[in-house]
T-cell receptor
Framework: DVKVTQSSRYLVKRTGEKVFLECVQDMDHENMFWYRQDPGLGLRLIYF???????EKGDIPEGYSVSREKKERFSLILESASTNQTSMYLC????????????FGEGSRLTVL | DQQVKQNSPSLSVQEGRISILNCDYTNSMFDYFLWYKKYPAEGPTFLISISSIKDKNEDGRFTVFLNKSAKHLSLHIVPSQPGDSAVYFCAASAKGRGSTLGRLYFGRGTQLTVWP
């Protein structure tokens, strides 16, 4: 069965802390994505990666960075967490066809105090 | 600027009736459209899709209609059930190249509530 696994379902961090959100997929997909979901704003793309060590900025990359050292793993990094980064973070993966389905993980709810 | 728009943030429908969720897009390069459903505290799950070469796709209680000239699609749920209560996201993709090939563009979602 298809699986996208996010390492933490719930995290609470303090302002200024460095935060790592990990995502692993088992479908050998080329493309991986990080979104955040906020009420009324829908799913906003932070960063995506279309190959190992490749990354592209999405619509809201400020305050975030990413790492993709292996095909199956895509990490989102908050270098210095701020309260406006409190959100639900969703990782997703997709094959290399434009008709392919996007598979999501269960999400990581981050609260920054 | 949002390329995929869901102008109704919420919709309330009685059980057994039809739910119609609407979506508009601005990019004429979009060729493939999807609907996702999301329950609270879970990731979105794929519901149904449609290619631009079709104007209708049906899967059980769910039907998606595409009007390319109007750049509009809609999701019909008949009959609606309380378990359908969720946020529904419309998404679109284009025949891009390289890094843009895999990207989906999402609307802001519509919260559907089906009451008994």
């Amino acid at each position: 069965d298809v699986k996208v696994t996010q390492s933490s379902r719930y995290l609470v961090k303090r302002t200024g802390e460095k935060v790592f959100l990990e995502c692993v997929q088992d479908m050998d997909h080329e493309n991986m994505f990080w979104y955040r979901q906020d009420p009324g704003l829908g799913l906003r793309l932070i960063y995506f990666s279309y190959d190992v060590k490749m990354k592209e900025k999405g619509d809201i990359p400020e305050g975030y960075s990413v790492s993709r050292e292996k095909k199956e793993r895509f990490s989102l990094i908050l270098e210095s967490a701020s309260t406006n980064q409190t959100s639900m973070y969703l990782c997703a993966s997709k094959g290399q066809t434009f008709t392919g389905e996007l598979f999501f993980g269960e999400g990581s709810r981050l609260t920054v105090l | 600027d949002q390329q995929v728009k869901q102008n109704s943030p919420s919709l309330s429908v009685q059980e057994g009736r039809i739910s119609i969720l609407n979506c508009d897009y601005t990019n004429s390069m979009f060729d493939y459209f999807l609907w996702y459903k999301k329950y609270p505290a879970e990731g979105p799950t794929f519901l149904i899709s449609i290619s631009s070469i079709k104007d209708k796709n049906e899967d059980g209680r769910f039907t998606v209609f595409l009007n390319k000239s109007a750049k509009h699609l809609s999701l019909h749920i008949v009959p609606s059930q309380p378990g359908d209560s969720a946020v529904y996201f419309c998404a679109a993709s284009a025949k891009g190249r390289g890094s843009t090939l895999g990207r989906l563009y999402f609307g802001r979602g519509t919260q559907l509530t089906v009451w008994p």
